[in-house]
Each structure stands twice: as C-alpha cells, then as structure tokens.
C-alpha cells in the first residue's frame, strides 16, 4: 500500500529544507566570507576554544546538508539546538532584534525553536531514507 503524504508532511518538509538551506549559507559564510581562521578568532575573542568554530562550521555545513536531504532528521534537528543556543548567547547583549547593530539575539533563539519543531514532525515528504540508518536511529532517522 503506498502512503501519500499528508499537508503536514509538506509542511514539515518545507520547514526541514528551509532550515537546512539557512544553515548551510551560514556555514558558507563561516568559511567563505570570514574565512575559517576568522572565525576561529573570533570565537577565541568570545573566551571560547577555538575548536568550537571548527564544530559549529561542521554543524552548520554537515546538519544543513543532512536536513536538505532529510538523513536523520530528528536526531540532527536537535544536534543543532546547542549551537543556536550558542549563538543566541553571542548575540544576547545586543538587544532583541536582529536587525539591531551586531544583531540581537531573536533569529538564533527563534531558528532554535523551529529546530525544535523538525525534531517533533520529523522530515515529513520527499526524505532520503538509508535503510543502515533507520535501523541504527529508528524514529529519528
């Protein structure tokens, strides 16, 4: 019998791709834009260890790609949820909106919840699904 995919899972797909295509440009500009020795030293500025830029980047480029595909979606969604909250400390003195100057820290808290939200409706349509996974991860493959 073949299921066809009800709104939510459109939904849910659309929230899940969206998300990954964010963190993915984020990711970019983490390497591309700042560079990632930038980045590094911008963490180090933040009292934080270097090596947390390196995760971030991979969390950003490796969960923004793994959520465009729908590959363990609900155990990546949460994955990301320490580096949003991350950032939404970075961001927390400079006021709530994100617009303001150094941008404030409503988006990451915001995108932290919506990660929230994938990890509960889970990819929804259209998810590349490996077999190897689903029986490792189960419901959140």
Not at 5 to 27: E, I, N
Not at 40 to 65: D, K, Q, R
Not at 106 to 130: D, M, N
């Amino acid at each position: 019998m073949i299921k066809t995919p009800a709104v939510s899972d459109y939904a849910a797909t659309l929230l899940r791709v969206t998300s990954g295509v964010t963190f993915l440009a984020h990711g970019l500009l983490k390497v591309n834009v700042f560079t990632i020795a930038g980045t590094v030293g911008y963490f180090e500025s933040l009292g934080l260890p270097g090596a947390f830029a390196y995760l971030t980047i991979l969390a950003e480029l490796v969960g923004g790609l793994a959520l465009i595909l729908g590959v363990a979606t609900r155990l990546v969604a949460l994955a990301q949820i320490p580096v949003l909250l991350g950032a939404t400390w970075v961001h927390s003195g400079n006021g709530w909106l994100f617009s303001g100057e150094g941008g404030g820290w409503e988006f990451p808290l915001f995108w932290a919840i919506i990660q929230v939200v994938i990890a509960l409706l889970g990819a929804g349509a259209f998810a590349l699904r490996v077999p190897v996974l689903q029986r490792k991860l189960g419901q959140f493959a």
